[in-house]
């Protein structure tokens, strides 16, 4: 009713409306004062999701540095690539091995004797053929009317067909005998040479290649080896190298210390970016006098002493080299964060790349865990979605909002139940003024009638 009456006061020529107002925005000070405090608990679970997404970041870098793959991964490198390319698994022994190829793997190809089209007949009595790879044996039948193309198509449509494919080639020579059948196994070694039965069929076939054998020959450090397949997994453990082209290739494999630096690195930024977003929610700025959105909020402070703690102190009982961050490179600011001295990092993970790992994952057989391993377990409490401390404080804070919401509506709802009566009130008050307005203007034009009429009489 209240926002319905917009000439109050008419009546009476006094501002009802401005006053009813300024009496209602008085009264609603308290509903402000709630909505203000509102707001800030609102302020308060966005920047937890932020602290929260920050504190993540950090525990899947704490992770990767917590797993044992992480340092144990190797680089493989080849000095002549257009010899062989080289990879490594983390199971490779670190050394150098020089390879010498000889020979390449092949795959066997035949071609047919020739004739005058594609379209040609190859068979003047219904015949078999059948070819052979590695014990794999597939039988097509030949009709009298089969052309040269549809034993390609017979072939290459063979289910049985234990791995050949078939093409028909024009040689170019321009002669009655210009067309071939090329047969050629899909795999190249030995093990996938081809064997053909023509069986009555006008074609004979003769082997391309020339004579030696369809494997691959190479020596690894002087020990000779042949392999069917030009990849080669199983002559050195954790190291696979692709031959590409004969001659002789150096390859080098090495622990794989620059993965692990890039590794380290986005532990520390994520660290920094952890501690940054803490230190500037929960502090008091002196200079503008305004508290950060988690000020006071003890779990905040206990998050970044224990993270602190972690970093910045010693891992006792390890056998290795080192017992803190410290003495790897990494170093620590006064504002809490850190930085790293990359010369350092990059020398210790050169010289003592075990002990850096120790570090970081810790020590299994004296249950020891080290710098990431804690770090990831106290980060899986801190940002559990069920349960976890920040998860908790956020239950926590969100009740507060909800409870704020119907205070809110409580006392918005009985304001606006108490100005509805009180702008009635005003009406009828108005209304009443302006009666009482009406019955002074006519008794003063009364008076002044009778006033005038006695005049005149006189």
Not at 18 to 47: C, F, H, S, V, W
Not at 84 to 90: D, E, I, K, V
Not at 202 to 224: K, P
Not at 233 to 246: A, K, P, S, W
């Amino acid at each position: 009713m209240a926002g319905s009456i917009t000439t109050l006061g008419l009546g009476s020529g006094l501002d009802l409306q401005n006053i009813l107002e300024q009496l209602k925005a008085a009264d609603r000070i308290p509903i402000g004062i709630m909505e203000a405090r509102q707001l800030e608990y609102k302020t308060q679970l966005e920047e937890f999701n932020t602290v929260n997404t920050k504190l993540l970041a950090l525990k899947n870098a704490a992770f990767s540095l917590s797993l044992n793959d992480t340092f144990d991964t190797k680089s493989a490198s080849s000095n002549n690539d257009s010899v062989l390319n080289a990879t490594s698994s983390s199971n490779a022994i670190a050394g150098t091995y020089e390879i010498n190829v000889s020979t390449l793997a092949k795959k066997n190809s035949w071609q047919s004797s020739g004739v005058a089209g594609k379209s040609s007949v190859i068979a003047t009595a219904a015949s078999d053929f059948t070819y052979t790879v590695n014990g794999q044996q597939s039988t097509v039948a030949v009709t009298t009317d089969m052309t040269l193309e549809e034993l390609a198509s017979a072939i290459n449509d063979d289910p049985g067909n234990p791995g050949v494919t078939a093409t028909v080639m024009d040689d170019g020579s321009g002669g009655g005998d210009a067309f071939h059948l090329v047969l050629v196994s899909n795999e190249t070694g030995e093990d996938n040479a081809l064997t053909i039965d023509t069986n009555n069929t006008d074609l004979t076939f003769n082997e391309i290649q020339a004579s030696g054998t369809l494997n691959a020959q190479f020596t690894v450090n002087g020990i000779s080896y042949q392999r069917s397949s030009n990849t080669i997994e199983d002559v050195i453990t954790g190291l696979t190298f692709d031959l590409v082209d004969l001659g002789s290739a150096t390859v080098k494999v090495t622990a794989d210390t620059e993965s692990v630096s890039e590794k380290i690195a986005a532990l520390v930024e994520a660290y920094n970016d952890a501690i940054a977003e803490i230190e500037a929610n929960s502090g008091y700025n002196t200079e503008t006098r305004v508290s950060g959105t988690l000020n006071g909020l003890s779990v905040i402070t206990g998050i970044k002493s224990k993270l602190n703690t972690t970093m910045f102190g010693q891992i006792n009982g390890l056998a290795g080299s080192f017992n803190s961050l410290g003495e790897i490179g990494l170093e620590f600011n006064r504002d809490g964060t850190i930085s790293i001295n990359e010369a350092q990092l990059a020398s210790t993970l050169d010289e003592n790349p075990d002990s850096v790992k120790e570090i970081f994952v810790g020590n299994t057989d004296e249950t020891i865990d080290g710098v990431a391993t804690l770090l990831n377990d106290q980060l899986r409490f801190l940002t559990k979605t069920s349960g976890g401390l920040i998860a908790n404080e956020k239950v926590r804070v969100q009740s507060t909002v909800d409870r704020l919401d119907k205070r809110i509506d409580i006392a918005t709802e009985r304001l606006d139940k108490r100005y509805d009566t009180m702008t009635r009130l005003f009406v009828q008050l108005d209304q009443m003024m302006s009666s009482l307005q009406s019955e002074s203007s006519y008794l003063s034009n009364q008076f002044e009638s009778l006033s005038n009429l006695f005049s005149n009489n006189n």
